[in-house]
């Protein structure tokens, strides 16, 4: 626990080296949920780039009510269901009006 504190303090410090641990020690279990939802590792892997930049950005406001793991799983959870939502198709509003 004091190591994860450690950790934390120093990302949010901007330590790259805490960074890279943090990527390290996360990055299959993140990949996982953005694959589950995703069905494609491509996109999978985009979403998750996305989420730690989000994270990264908002390391700050992380309360550690949950654990460091489940907070970043969520948030690449979160980022591959707005890209589904994002991808998936829509109705031109022309052919809706032609109906």
Do not use: C, P
């Not at 996982?32 to 990264?56: K, M």
């Amino acid at each position: 626990m004091k190591y994860l504190q450690a950790r934390l303090i120093r990302a949010r410090r901007g330590d790259a080296a805490a960074f890279r641990e943090i990527i390290r020690r996360n990055n299959r279990h993140l990949f996982r949920a953005a694959r589950s939802v995703l069905r494609d590792d491509a996109e999978a892997e985009d979403a998750v780039q996305e989420a730690y930049l989000r994270a990264f950005q908002a390391l700050g406001g992380f309360r550690g009510e949950a654990s460091l793991s489940t907070w970043l799983a969520r948030i690449a959870r979160n980022e591959a269901l707005g890209r589904l939502r994002r991808r998936r198709s829509t109705t031109d509003l022309d052919v809706v009006e032609a109906a």
